[in-house]
């Protein structure tokens, strides 16, 4: 039976996940696989947390570099997260001629080509399923499942907090301060949540994915991101009525005038499966131009489903020493020739509270259809304190003619204030 | 650039949009995969069918020993279906060292074991993605991406042409008989429907994807089939007041008894994923013991979906030389000690027309009771010619104490006709 080293750089939450994939299943592996998996060593400053997993002290190494001289070690996996000490790590592992299996979006998402080139060069493997979308097989869907096709567009839930907070605040009415407080106490949200509220985490996998999907270097300056912060109950009511559930969306389409990539609140349909994808699940949509419509859904983090993209990783690595990574060329350059559209189209969903005036309704309507933004729906709430709650629904249109068509607003006086512009995919 | 020949053997629907997208890509694989892809031989008997392609005549091979001699054609493309003359074909390709790839599951199901060993002898590539659920890269979730796992059961919607047909039943309000007549008008069903509409098309590609799921072979034989024909509106229509939406479900689970493996309509809970993948839409819900839930849902038919994994799998092929098909070994014995559970366990609906007398509900309910079916649900509806409809469901118990509970009742005198009893999942 062909005996496989692995060793574990970082003991946090993946970490201890993946190490008890490899331990539990151990047997199952050498039967199903024909490979005995090992855990050789860890790179782990505080001893207690490998001892508390079973894990003998003499496995714990005292650096890197003990641990990518170790003979017994033939795969690494890196689950430490952030940049720096992981990507010494990862390109020590590399140079020592060592399969390196990742969860680092962070990593892949700011340093890929560097890391490929290093991987390319050492014929080793560089694998990170991981990375994007917990144990769903994103990546290899990607690059294994669809190359026949031209990706036209990739939809996805890939920030399993936001979701879960967005869940809360749609279900049980919670405002965003205290849905984000559960999400913490539960352990969904981190006690600076600015990663994943902020939809920087979502933004380095949709870098990640939108680069596969569209073949060319898409980095995280070319995706525009909006967070979940500024988010209001309102909103979330006010779109329930309309049909539309808000979710934070990360949006890839390759269109004529080049590639759109976006992180942002969206309001989706509630016929769209994107709707009912709820609390830390995940889920990914994608059209191609052969195959249509495919979605992926699962659990986008955790010990255990992040666990098994490393671990089924591990083993493809294990089994496949000849195969290094090359489906994606993605050099340091990029595609000089990628456009990137920087003024979107779509749908819009905008609240109002206007004065309650005649003919208030006409004006509004009037300035939009001036600056090309076509109305699909437009619902008034009743009258309150002399204030009127208008909701709009515009047709597909540039997003600068709604902001130029709401300055003239504005400026004409009518509306009180701009409650709300959510973007909208049906 | 790496040139790429390829043979397509039948010029169906599945041949026609392979043909088509390896043409209409062809540049779009250059730039990305770095691979020239040309369809150097077809193999179809009508030329009529080659030339309204686009194929020039001179490719039109005469014989399989043409196409398999010929040194342009590295990879050779079954898209013929059914069992022969395709195994002849595949197992001559093989022979002749070429890399197959194929969409035929009924070939799969019945011959895997064979195929695979020739495969094996001659280091060559045999690709099958496309055998079940179309463009729904299931095979690669199934042997890349969860190979972590234990995987605890998969259930799935794999046949389009029954999902179809049972949409249509149910948002219309359809007969069987009128739904079957406007999918065959619509090229959703076959003139001869058997193949799909009694469970055997389903039943290969559960046979496939348990062989895989459970490391072990799964042959058809293990499979329990019922098929679609004897579904009524009535039944339909009263699982929808309860909440559940029939579908044709694929299920394999690995239980502590064995592995157990059905194809039977199944009412589904309106708020489990399957229930709203509608049309001729497949999903796949499968459960890891690491990973958890994941699902998977697209097209799992059709000329360009079929094709999307036919292209995808030939450009792997061609990316990876040396890379033989070698995740499951698929012995001719299989793996004698694995054990198949033929008493199921499931919930049950159940649809009785009973006399109107005073205790009848008690005394079936007594019945049930004695024999460890336990209810979660009795619905009796109003009474009509002296009868009364009585719904039940249960909670989960052995296949064999239903029926035996449903003989006693019978042989009571109570109950005038048992007119439905279809398995359940939440």
New interface residues.
Partial sequence: MKKVGVAILGLGVVGG?TYK?LTD?KE??K???GLDVTVESVLEKNVDRATALGISKEKVAGSIEEVVSNPNVDIVVEVIGGIEPAKTFVLKALMSGKTVVTSNKELFAKHWPELEREAKNMKVGLFY?ASCV????II??LT???????ILSIKGIINGTTNYILTKMAKEGQSYEEALKEAQKLGYAEFNPTADVEGFDATYKLSILSSLAF?TKVSIENVHREGITGITKEDIACGKELGYTLKLLAIGKNTKNGIEVRVHPTFVADTN?LA?VNDSFNAVHLV????????????GAGA??T??????D???AA??T??YY?YFDNSEKGNKNTKFVSDFTSKYFIRLSVKDSAGVLSKIAGVFAKNNVSLSEVKQAAEKDGKVTVAIITHECLESAVNKSLEKIKAQGAVISVDGLIRLED
């Avoid at 249509?292 to 699962?298: A, N, V």
């Fill in positions: 996940g994939i299943n199952y592996f039967s199903t696989q399923e917990g144990g769903v097989p290899r869907t294994e499942g669809m190359q026949a096709n031209k073949n499966p009912s191609g131009d052969a195959v249509g419509e495919i979605m992926l859904y699962g659990r255990l489903p666990g098994s993209a490393i671990v089924s591990v083993i493809f089994k496949h000849d195969y090359s």
